[in-house]
């Protein structure tokens, strides 16, 4: 199984996260920013890390992520999905 986090670069704008700061700061919270992010559980049938890693990039450039606009990030979860 791998965790995929698709963020927006920096300096793009994120308008779901201004809002959000806005909200926030409006129910009293002291927030100096919010930034949106998805998150991505993907359970593959590999038995290595490094495969599954390199499967999780190659989605990531053909699917979840724009690489214009956004950066992203891969952890591996061993043990679990059948990655050892």
């Given at each position: 199984?791998?965790?995929?986090?698709?963020k927006?670069?920096?300096?793009h704008?994120?308008?779901e996260?201004?809002?959000?700061?806005?909200s926030?700061?409006d129910?009293g919270?002291p927030?100096?920013?919010?930034?949106?992010?998805?998150v991505?559980t993907?359970?593959?049938?590999?038995?290595?890390?490094?495969?599954?890693m390199?499967?999780?990039?190659?989605?990531c450039r053909?699917?979840l992520?724009n690489?214009?606009?956004d950066?992203?990030?891969?952890?591996v979860?061993?043990?679990?999905?059948?990655?050892n």
């Amino acid at each position: 199984m791998v965790r995929v986090e698709v963020k927006l670069k920096k300096g793009h704008f994120d308008p779901e996260g201004d809002v959000t700061t806005k909200s926030l700061r409006d129910l009293g919270f002291p927030v100096s920013g919010v930034r949106v992010s998805k998150v991505y559980t993907v359970e593959l049938e590999v038995n290595d890390k490094e495969r599954a890693m390199s499967l999780a990039r190659e989605m990531c450039r053909k699917l979840l992520a724009n690489p214009t606009k956004d950066d992203f990030f891969i952890e591996v979860l061993a043990g679990e999905g059948g990655v050892n």
